[in-house]
């Protein structure tokens, strides 16, 4: 086990009906605030005038940043921070998936800036040192953004798509009400599934021999759990236990937990999907599907041990010598993606081997700001892709 | 899953070599302080004075509250809270197990009480509204104390081991650096051991026919994980992984992560071993494998359904009908607290049938002042303790 610092800022209010909470739980942070949201379907639902209403009983005063979309772009973020200073908000609340979550990051962090861009941080020319306090409703199970520092916006203009990091990030309290979850349908129930089981999975593949049993059966436990609830979400969509057992999972499969101690470890197949959504819009959960069998397929060549292991824990796979297990267990990775209706190639999601020059390239800037363009060159990611394809 | 509120405020400082940096961690808190220890074994080992070094390399001046012994009496708790205020002590910092923990969180308690007496809040009079800053330094894994907000203490003279918690009570860093227990000697390796898995079992029993898949896994991962590093702790005092496994696993399992959704569950086991530590001086964990097996046989009776899912999960039993599973995972508990040492009933360390009256009416006292004496009654606990006897 490597060593670490761990702490998590987080409070997390959970369970049916917990959403009622929201104005009492927004209230002592401030009484003026910017509502993030994203499309239609919230407002469709209802869940949308309900909590305005329940803000409104508390005397909360609410500006809206509406129209968010998945891979959310740089310039509603503009906006939002635009609104903030111009009515003197407090407080963002979040009330949607990742993508509204890490807006409305990335709003409490540019509009507590002193100088620059909101997207210097995304750059890693600024760092953010402080930010309006950020409060999440997450309606989806799939990013952990509500339990987490990260945040990831597109720039639309550059076709960049970066992600980054800080203490200041952490939402101040989470409400997971699993019931905001009943309308999600089967593709994007799936593609959450994808995504969290994905943030497992990359810190799980984490060197030449790594020795963290612990964090290994911490990863693998929630693998499992996460793999059945997608298939029981998908099934009957109302299912309050799985709906539960998926939003609770996702969250603690990127809150830092099943990462600490696992030592240096990048996230190479998210690295990709970044370059895979921002140029083919596909959703986020859907380009990982399309990469990670590849991804892993490559990586396990030398790296054998670890597919093996996660072969025969998750899905029994044994009798066979490593390598053959590692296979199996690749295998019954991309069969799972199949029968939840996920792409599993890029072929799947309609990209062709001469989309990778241009993928790559994409990719490996990312890869010069996170500083690991020495193991993630052009060549390397196209050799990657090569797998990925069919 | 059950609604649940979750939140820990501890930041862990984790790794090899970690505790050098004490000086540094504890100086933002202030820079007089009580430094909280037990018996010889840290000054014979040097770390004593080492960290008493680095305090003094950051011009931090200590006052010592020590000899601090297994099962915390109050008596000491009094005595810091006196050097507390006569000294105006800032912070305390416990180098120690989980009794020189939740000593010092004691005595921060105590000390920040404007009125009233500390153990108002072990009899539940009071509630901990605050406390000094607290920093541990464990130097055992078990109790778990250095990432929770619990504390357990005995007052020597009504003869009661009696626990509390408050969010106040999370130390605000915990540095674990799992060399500083490489000198705890086999016996206590296995009884922090068997600490860990005793609180991932009990909430892990949550009730007639819990839907607790998610919780389920992390603790049986952990459980599995524990199980291994203590064999492998005993076997190689200074195996740094397997230290370093043992010690980020103990602090895991009781940091409310596996607890927080398993709703209404109470610490049986927990509550009938402070009858029998208190009136026999064993060490908490002898006294929690003595229990546990015999607990569970009990338990298993009405709820075979988890037992033999621990079974199946833990040692790989099968193809048996339910409760034969849960009977076979129930022995194969008390064949490990074999192996690794430990007692695995009463009549191992000296407890005779006649004693269980006692043990009965000490604990129905615990039981009233949780407010669960409706379930554990005289009556109930003694036929507990009979599952327990041989």
Chains 1, 2 share one sequence.
């Not at 209802?46 to 005397?59: A, S, T």
């Not at 950020?134 to 520092?149: D, F, K, Q, R, W």
């Amino acid at each position: 086990m490597d060593n670490f610092e761990y702490q998590n800022f987080t409070r997390i209010v959970f369970g049916k009906g917990e959403v009622s909470k929201v104005g009492k739980v927004v209230r002592p942070f401030g009484s003026n605030i910017l509502l993030v949201t994203g499309k239609e379907s919230l407002k469709k639902s209802g869940l949308y005038q309900r909590v305005r209403d329940w803000l409104e009983e508390e005397g909360i005063t609410v500006a809206d940043l509406d129209g968010v979309q998945p891979n959310p772009l740089l310039s509603i973020v503009h906006d939002g921070i635009r609104i903030i200073k111009d009515q003197g908000i407090q407080v963002v609340l979040a009330l949607g998936g990742g993508s509204v979550m890490d807006t409305a990051k990335a709003v409490a962090a540019g509009a507590a800036m002193e100088q620059g861009d909101v997207w210097d941080f995304f750059t890693r020319r600024r760092t953010v040192e402080k930010a309006l306090p950020v409060i999440t409703v997450p309606t989806l199970a799939a990013s952990g953004s509500e339990m987490n520092g990260f945040m990831v916006i597109t720039d639309e203009e550059s076709k960049h798509k970066l992600s980054t990091g800080s203490p200041h990030l952490y939402p101040k309290v989470s409400i997971l009400d699993p019931t905001t979850t009943y309308t999600v349908p089967a593709d994007y129930t799936a593609y959450g599934g994808v995504d969290a089981v994905c943030h497992l999975l990359e810190p799980y593949f984490n060197g030449p021999d790594p020795n963290t049993p612990l964090q290994d059966r911490m990863a693998e436990g929630l693998i499992r759990t996460i793999m059945d609830a997608t298939e029981a979400c998908i099934k009957s969509p109302e299912d309050y236990e799985s709906r539960a057992t998926m939003m609770w999972a996702s969250s603690l499969a990127l809150c830092g937990l099943t990462k600490a101690g696992v030592g240096a470890h990048h996230f190479p197949v998210h690295l990709i999907e970044h370059a895979v959504s921002v140029l083919f819009f596909v959703a986020h959960g859907e380009g990982l599907a399309a990469l990670l069998p590849g991804w892993m397929t490559w990586w396990a060549q030398d790296h054998p041990k670890k597919t093996s292991q996660l072969g025969e824990r998750i899905w029994g796979i044994s009798g066979k010598d490593i390598s053959e297990k590692s296979e199996a267990g690749i295998d019954a990775l991309r069969s799972w993606f199949d029968s939840i209706g996920c792409p599993k190639n890029l072929s799947d999601i309609g990209i062709r081997a001469e989309d990778h020059v241009r993928l790559a390239e994409n990719a490996v800037f990312q890869a010069e700001i996170w500083g690991i363009s020495g193991t993630y060159s052009v060549e390397n990611i196209k050799t990657v892709l090569a797998y990925c394809q069919s």
